[in-house]
Structures are given as C-alpha cells and as structure tokens.
C-alpha cells in the first residue's frame, strides 16, 4: 500500500472513530512543575515542526515586557525578549498573537500607542521564532484611533494571512466605525500592497480567530454589527492569494443581540482535516447567557446548527481546540456556586456533549483575562492567568460514556 494511501486510511479510521463518540469524558490534570510566576495574560500556538511556542507579559525592572519561549523536551526555553518599549500596551482583552509557517518562519503581533490611538505592531522570524526582525507596523493607517484584536494563519506556500479590527480616526465621521480589514505578510517577511477589507462594520472589541483548510481557504470568524447595533457572530471565506474569492459576510447564528456596550466576548475557532468548531457567546435579555458551538466537516463551506455548551453561569472568554481523537474540547470561564472556574466540556460531532470538567478555581475578574488552548498529538493543554502566574493543565480524552449529561448547566 502506498504512502498516500495510508495516510487516508488513517484519516478515514480518525474520522469514523470521531463521528462514532457520542458521550466524551475528558480528564484535567494539573501541571505545576511548568507554572511561570509573575507573568500573566499567555498565547499558545504549535509550529509545523511541533514545538509549542508561549508568549505572555511580565513586569522587569518596573516596565512590562513581552516575552516568548519555546517547550523543547517537556522544558521551556530560556525567555526571548520582543518587546519592552514604552509604548508597549498591555491589557486582558487583546493579547499577542503568534503563528508559525511551514517553511520555520513565524510571525508575532502586539499593540503599542501610535500616538492617535493604538495599533498593531509585528516581527517576523525566519527561526521559528527563536529571532526576530525588527517591530514595523501591520496597518498602512496611522491616524485610526484603533487597532487590534488580530488574527494570523501560515499559508501553504509561505507567508501569512493577518486578520485585524480597525476603527476611524478621532473627529471624522466614521470614527467609531470599525471595520474587518486583512493583509498578506509575504513569504520574506514583507506586507502585500493591498489590504483587503473583508466586512466594514464590526464589533469593536470582540476578539476575532481565522483558520485555514487545505484547499487554501480561510475561514475568519468574527462578531458583526449591524446599524441597529446587533451584534451577532459571523464568518467570510476565502483565499487569500485570490482576494476576489472572500464571500460575503454570513451569520453561523442570528439572535439579533444588542448588548449594552462591546461584550468582549468573541468568537474561538479550530479546525482539523475538513472539520471545524467555533464556539459562540451571547447574553440576551430574554435568556441566560449561553456559550454555543456549531461545527463543519465541508472545509468551511457551511456551518451546522449551534448547540449549546453551556447556560446558566456562563461567563465566557471561550477557546477551542481539537482532541487527538477528532472531537473538540471547548474552555471557558463559568460561574458555579458562587465561585467562579475555568472548565471544559468535550463536544462530539454527534450526540451529546460529555460532563463539564473543573480546570482551576479564579477570582472572577478582568484580570483572569482569556485561557489559551492548543492540540498536541495526544492531548490538549490549557494555559491561563492564576493571579500573577502562568498555570497549565492537560485535557484528555477519557472514554465515551452511555449517559454523560450534566444538567446542572442546561437549565
């Protein structure tokens, strides 16, 4: 048999196993020998080659820097420094985004004042991250009051494919208009001519996520605004080598929210082979808050109906990520009597998602900031904020259970 055809056999047999799991257990398990003290609001993010790169802040010296490093053989790296300037801006919200190519390059961003507002800052690396060039800004404007809440993917042939939330300038018109806008980071290190404008109107502060399938597509999902000041989540497809190609905006699910003010809250996207899982936050007046995920398994073409992961005491600030097994585990953070936690809960692709689990207790404010998953080949491992530290824990999957429901969350 050839080698072709045993990778699709083992992608046939990956994939029948997944669409076989109905109930899905999974087990936390706490890593402290890898906790990072003094640091806080962390990214993770696989290389091609499979080293876990971390990003995160930490205070030295009295000024906040960024720093990035690298888990070779279970242990982490020495910290790489990318930023210490003094325009360097630090919050729970818009964190850093990393992404590492095919071809060992990788890509990072942050935000730093402009002096009209913020905007996004980036280095490239051709060493898997282990140096970068020197900082240049991702955005052809200057004078916008706003920038961030960034997206990156590698693409196939090199390169990358950036994401970002951009708003007007102080006193034009359009100042509080924030658009969807993107550009393609060449394979050198350099940006494309033409930034694209994927949708003109969007949440402000709603967290955006992308990922690519192997047709080349890209999939960006995002929170929407309508003029009536609606707010529900939305995706474009496309390749970003064809600009022409992006759709439309579509909704994965219309509930017509107006929350009062940006929710914070957006969207967390994954995909493995031609299957994808985002998960979905929402707080209407006549409901309570719920945490939802719709899946695909067509590349991103269309999106199924959302199911509910979570209701009664959901918080949010979600992330997901997909199991070895092909099913994928959503973290988010959740209110349970009367102490605020970090959990997960595996969703299969069919059926009944499995109990929620406990990752780590929090204190329920701003500064737990956003949790952080990525796939690794036998497991999922978590990151987040424990107070002035960096705690992990690793998601596994457990069994698949006849009756795995828990009810305490559905009401």
Not at 74 to 80: D, N, V
Not at 91 to 118: C, M, Q, V
Not at 145 to 161: I, K, T
Not at 258 to 269: I, Q
């Amino acid at each position: 048999m050839s080698f072709f055809a045993l990778c699709m056999l083992s992608l046939l047999q990956v994939s029948n196993s997944a669409d076989e799991i109905r109930n899905p257990n999974i087990s936390v398990v706490a890593v402290p020998e890898i906790a990072l003290a003094g640091a806080k609001y962390p990214g993770m993010s696989l290389d091609a080659s499979g080293v876990l790169h971390l990003w995160y802040f930490r205070e030295f010296e009295g000024r906040m820097r960024l720093e990035m490093r690298r888990q070779i053989d279970g242990k982490f790296t020495s910290p790489t420094l990318v930023s210490a300037s003094p325009k360097l801006m630090v919050n729970w919200a818009d964190t850093p985004r990393f992404a590492g190519g095919k071809d060992g390059s990788s890509i990072i961003t942050w935000l730093e004042s402009n002096g009209h507002g913020y905007g996004v800052k980036f280095a490239f690396s051709r060493e898997s991250g282990a140096a970068f060039t020197a900082p240049q800004w991702l955005h052809q404007d200057q004078k916008g009051a706003e920038h961030g809440f960034v997206s990156l993917v590698p693409l196939a042939d090199g390169g990358f494919f950036a994401v970002w939330l951009q708003g007007g300038s102080f006193g034009d018109e359009g100042a509080y208009q924030t658009s969807l806008v993107s550009v393609v980071v060449n394979a050198d290190g350099s940006l494309a001519e033409n930034e694209i404008i994927l949708d003109e109107l969007v949440c402000d502060c709603c967290d955006t996520d992308a990922a690519i399938f192997g047709s080349g597509n890209v999939v960006v999902t995002y929170r929407d605004r309508s003029a009536a000041e609606e707010r529900d989540v939305y995706y474009v497809r496309g390749n970003p080598l064809q600009p022409d190609s992006f759709s439309s905006p579509l909704p994965l699910l219309v509930e017509k929210w107006v929350p009062e003010g940006c929710p914070v809250n957006g969207p967390a996207f994954d995909n493995i082979d031609r299957h994808g899982a985002i998960a979905i936050f929402s707080d209407l007046d006549w409901q309570v808050p719920r945490l939802q995920i719709t899946q695909t398994k067509g590349g991103g073409k269309k999106f199924g109906l959302p199911s509910v992961v979570s209701a009664k005491g959901t918080i949010g600030r979600a992330d997901v990520a997909y199991l070895p097994e092909g099913i994928p585990v959503v973290a988010w953070l959740q209110e349970m009597d009367e102490q605020v936690w970090w959990v997960a809960r595996a969703i299969p692709r069919k059926g009944m998602p499995g109990p929620i689990e406990k990752i780590a207790q929090v204190s329920g404010n701003r500064s737990d900031g956003f949790i952080s998953l990525v796939a690794r080949e036998d497991s999922v491992l978590a990151c987040y904020t424990d107070k002035e530290k960096l705690s992990f824990s690793v998601i596994k999957f457990k069994k698949a259970a006849a009756n795995a429901v828990d009810g305490q969350l559905e009401k």
